[in-house]
C-alpha cells in the first residue's frame, strides 16, 4: 500500500512537470542563452538591435561590449577599411587601358581621405614611405635610395623633375609604373592615399610654391638702382 501511494505520487509529480514546461512561452522564465532562445542573425561585429526587447526578463548579453555581437579582432591582425573607401580599380588589361589611366589620374589632386586628419594623415604617409618606398627613391625622394647608391638598381626619378600629381601617385602605388610594381598588396588603399599626399606635398608642392621667388631679382633691381637716381640727381645739382 505504501508503494503504490509513492509510486502514484511520483507520478502525478511528473505529470505536473511535464504540463508545466509544455505550456505557453508568452513569458517564458529566465533565459540564459537568448542568442539560441530567440535566434536572430547578425552580420559579424554589427551592432545589435532590440531583438529582444519583448523579453522583459532577458540577460542583456550584449550590453557589456556596447550592442557589438562579436569581440573586434586585435589590431593590425586582420585587415580592416576603417577609412570607409572603397576601391573598385582593377588593374589595366593593356598598356592603352593603363596609359588612359594614368593620364586620368594627373587630374586627381585631391584625396578621398578626411581633410580633418591631414596632420595625421602626412605623419603616417612619411612613416609608410620611409619603410616602403624610401630604399629606392630615397628619404628626400631625389631617387637615390641605397639600393639605388649600391647600384643595384637604376632609373629612379627625382619627384621634383617630375609631372605627378596626388592622384597620379596613388595611381603609380595601385597599379606600377616602368620598372616599378604594385604595393597594393602592401599598402591598403586608405595608406596609399596618405603616401601620395605625402609625397606631393613634401617633395612637389613645395617646388611648386618657391616658383614665383625667381621673380624676385627683378624687385632687388629696382629697390638697388634707388640710390644710383638719388645720386645722379645730387650730381646734377
Not at 576603417?82 to 588589361?93: A, F, H, M, N, W
Not at 596609359?99 to 578621398?112: E, F, Q, V
Not at 605623419?123 to 635610395?145: E, I, M, N, P, Y
Amino acid at each position: 500500500m505504501k508503494n503504490s501511494i509513492l509510486k502514484m505520487t511520483a507520478i502525478f509529480g511528473l505529470t505536473t512537470v511535464l504540463l508545466n514546461s509544455c505550456g505557453p512561452k508568452d513569458n517564458p522564465p529566465l533565459v540564459y542563452f537568448p542568442d539560441m532562445y530567440f535566434p536572430v542573425a547578425y552580420d559579424p561585429l554589427m551592432k545589435a538591435k532590440d531583438a529582444y526587447s519583448d523579453h522583459e526578463n532577458e540577460i542583456p548579453a550584449f550590453v557589456s561590449r556596447n550592442g557589438a555581437t562579436g569581440l573586434s579582432p586585435v589590431e593590425g591582425s586582420v585587415a580592416q577599411n576603417r577609412d570607409g573607401i572603397v576601391s573598385e580599380e582593377s588593374l589595366p588589361k593593356n598598356v592603352d587601358e593603363y596609359n588612359a589611366g594614368y593620364d586620368a589620374s594627373k587630374l586627381i589632386t585631391a584625396s578621398p581621405l578626411d581633410p580633418k586628419n591631414l596632420e595625421k594623415d602626412l605623419a603616417r604617409g612619411k612613416v609608410l614611405f620611409d619603410h616602403t618606398c624610401s630604399a629606392c627613391h630615397g628619404t628626400g625622394g631625389d631617387g637615390q635610395g641605397p639600393i639605388v647608391q649600391s647600384g643595384a638598381y637604376s632609373g629612379v626619378p627625382n619627384y621634383a623633375d617630375r609631372d605627378i600629381t596626388i592622384g597620379s601617385v596613388h595611381y603609380v602605388l595601385t597599379n606600377g609604373r616602368n620598372a616599378m610594381g604594385s604595393y597594393a598588396g602592401q599598402l591598403n588603399v586608405g595608406d596609399r592615399w596618405r603616401v601620395a599626399l605625402y609625397v606631393y606635398n613634401t617633395f612637389k608642392a613645395p617646388t611648386a610654391t618657391a616658383a614665383p621667388a625667381a621673380a624676385a631679382p627683378a624687385t632687388t633691381e629696382k629697390t638697388s638702382t634707388a640710390p644710383a637716381a638719388a645720386e645722379a640727381k645730387t650730381n646734377a645739382k
